[in-house]
């Protein structure tokens, strides 16, 4: 299916949270991402504005205890440290409208095929804690919204960031309506891995020739199993050879011709794709941006007329 524009999701609040200085989160690529985006062709009429979720809804995958507790600030200094953020209110919001961009790229993908969230694809918050950066789990309150609430039998988390996905793993251990794969650095964080429905642990010195075939195996093989009506696809770029967390050598042609071959399969077989841009943490931010950059170069490149 040829359309002449991919939708995309964005707030401005993701980059304006006020972080402590020499801070590892690269808090300005939202809004750096956005920019380039303009910059290369898109138009005023792809952008739809992110809307927060209530607490109620994150409530459909977080224990009720922890989320009074993050409300509160009433995390212990090692549960802080174990997330990376300092609380403020700010955080809060700025957590429930990334959320909210998820389950609205998912509605719109839904709708047209192809939506993508500039945000998104916290996957190591867990049932009742949170880490690496995550504090509540974006995809997975997606995804149940998907089979919830609008009538979804069969939702892939499509995973490729170098980090596990561990949070949404055991957040799905016992659904079997939402498949979870994740396709990440064998011997990067979270050290101890969780179990998804689909796990490859790729080691850091794979070839890219051998990285694109694995993600492209992996995805087929999953989709004539598991035949999903709607791919929630996690497009981190830590996998590039210059991020400062990742591990894997992966190019920028390399990045390009993942998206492009996952993006490519999906519309072949005519799923519903929502993506979220995922990690990135090189800290040279034009280049960080380029490389989150080749998955809209992707999507232009099979989606416009
Ligand atoms: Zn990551």
Known sequence: MKRNSTPFIYHPIYSD??????????????????????????????????????????????CRNYIRRLQNNDFTKAEWRRIGFPWSQQLLTRTLTSAGGTLQTVEVALQQQLAIHFSG??????????????????????????????????????????????????????????????????KNFPFNKAQSDIDVGVADDISEADYLQTVFDTLESAINRFQPQLVLYDAGVDIYQRDDLGKLGISLAGIYQR???????????????????????????????????????????????
Not at 24 to 40: F, N, T
Not at 277 to 300: F, K, M, N, P, S
Request: proline share 3%; glycine share 8%; aromatic share 8%.
């Open 17 to 62: 949270l006020v972080l402590p200085p020499r801070h590892r989160y690269p808090i300005g690529k939202y809004r750096a991402l956005q920019q380039w985006a303009v910059r290369h062709g898109a138009k005023p009429e792809q952008w739809l504005t992110a809307q927060p979720l209530n607490w109620d809804k994150v409530a459909t995958v977080h």
């Open 121 to 186: 694809g916290y996957h190591h918050a867990h049932y009742d804690w949170g880490s690496g950066f995550c504090l509540i789990n974006d995809l997975a309150i997606a995804a149940r919204h998907a089979v919830d609430n609008l009538g979804l039998s069969s939702v892939l988390i499509f995973d490729t960031d170098v980090h596990q996905g561990d949070g949404t793993a055991t957040l799905f251990s016992n659904e079997s309506r939402i498949i979870t794969c994740s396709i990440h650095s064998q």
């Open 259 to 305: 998206d492009l071959q996952v993006l490519g399969l999906l519309q072949q077989r005519q799923i519903a794709t929502a993506v979220v841009i995922g990690g990135g943490y090189q800290r040279q931010l034009d280049r960080l941006v380029t490389a989150h950059g080749q998955l809209l170069r992707a999507a232009h490149h099979l989606f416009s007329a």
